[in-house]
């Protein structure tokens, strides 16, 4: 049994994480004004269209490609002794150090204290009718599993067919995949949580939620 509330404290520990900022393509790198500890936001808008802070311009055959930061954060690190040479792909330029939201924190305990059911295959998933129903109307945590239980479809090159469970007897927790979207192999499809274990987890959630602070 994980010691929820410990990795809650790790967590608190040290409340980001970073960013590695890479080059997309080759180029001369010309960097953005920023410093150790400047303010990055990622994009934003309702379908993304404002772009998030300008790091860098990578210049390719007389054309400059922009680089934004794809989070929220603080930079950490800016690899200025590159500033006006040639780069490779995947050059690190600079890392951003994110603050976790509540959300983000919630999600990365849950990942590590639920037993995860993961994708076999890359492929299109569903629940069966009657835990779809089941889902629809009441959550997920309205379904419990047990292991031989027939849980998934499967869909791929047309064909379907159905995915057993198998692991812990327990509550469907969270929901990791989306309607209608490609699974890859081995991703986590649904997390799962014994009932005896319920009141912690909700409680570590409820404690987060309330508590924590978030960063920049």
Request: hydrophobic share 40%; aromatic share 8%; proline share 6%.
């Amino acid at each position: 049994m994980i010691d929820v509330k410990a990795l809650l404290e790790k967590i608190k520990a040290a409340p980001f994480e970073e960013i590695v900022v890479e080059a997309p393509h080759t180029g001369v790198v010309r960097f953005a004004a920023i410093e150790p500890g400047t303010k990055v936001v990622a994009a934003s808008g309702t379908y993304g269209e404002k772009p998030g802070t300008l790091l860098a311009k990578l210049t390719r055959e007389h054309n400059d490609k922009p680089l934004f930061a794809e989070a929220k954060g603080v930079i950490g690190t800016v690899r200025k002794e590159l500033e006006g040479t040639f780069v490779e792909a995947g050059t690190e330029l600079a890392v951003i150090r994110h603050y976790l939201s509540k959300d983000e924190v919630i999600a990365a305990i849950l990942r590590q204290v639920l037993y995860l059911f993961c994708a076999p295959e890359r492929a299109k998933y569903y629940f069966i009718p009657s835990v779809d129903k089941k889902v629809k109307a009441s959550g997920p945590r309205a379904v419990t599993v047990k292991p031989g239980m027939e849980l998934f479809i499967v869909s791929r090159m047309k064909r379907e067919k159905p995915l057993v469970y198998e692991g812990p007897e327990g509550v469907i927790y969270a929901v990791y995949f989306q309607h209608d979207q490609n699974v890859d192999q081995g991703a986590p499809l649904v997390g799962v949580c014994p009932e005896s274990q319920m009141h912690l987890i909700q409680d570590v959630v409820n404690r987060v939620r309330t508590d924590w602070e978030e960063g920049e």
